[in-house]
């Protein structure tokens, strides 16, 4: 089991930033990749950047690439979700995921294992 717990989220203006983090606990050894996807009220949840745990490679959906950054601490089993440039389309509830097997499509919820709980970004215009 691979608990994770995101922090971060909370009540921003258009054009600042956030900084979201998820840390993992429990069989965080097995990790292969994070991700983070967002779900809007009214809209299924979305895949928005990913990360390989072992190389740091990385990917982005188009809503976010060049503004959102991903990245890892290995010696925290954290991962961090930089936001700059927000909009109030940005504004969902942010989900960090992990999984635990080998592959090519980081971004299929489907593909990952364990889930937190979610943080709320909300943007205002």
């Known amino acids: 089991q691979v608990q994770l717990v995101e922090s971060g989220g909370g009540l921003v203006q258009a054009g600042d930033s956030l900084r979201l983090s998820c840390t993992a606990s429990?069989?965080?050894?097995?990790?292969?990749?994070m991700g983070w996807f967002r779900q809007a009220p009214g809209k299924e949840r979305e895949f928005e950047a990913g990360?390989?745990?072992?190389?740091?490679?990385?990917i982005y959906s188009d809503s976010v690439k060049g503004r959102f950054t991903i990245s890892r601490d290995n010696a925290k089993n954290t991962v961090y979700l930089q936001m700059n440039s927000l909009k109030p389309e940005d504004t969902a509830l942010y989900y960090c995921?992990?999984?635990?097997?080998?592959?090519?499509?980081?971004?299929?919820?489907?593909?990952?294992?364990?889930w937190g709980q979610g943080t709320q970004v909300t943007v205002s215009s």
């Open positions: 995921a992990v999984r635990t097997h080998y592959g090519t499509d980081l971004t299929n919820g489907r593909n990952y294992n364990y």
């Open positions: 429990g069989r965080a050894f097995s990790m292969y990749a």
């Open positions: 990360i390989r745990w072992s190389d740091g490679s990385t």
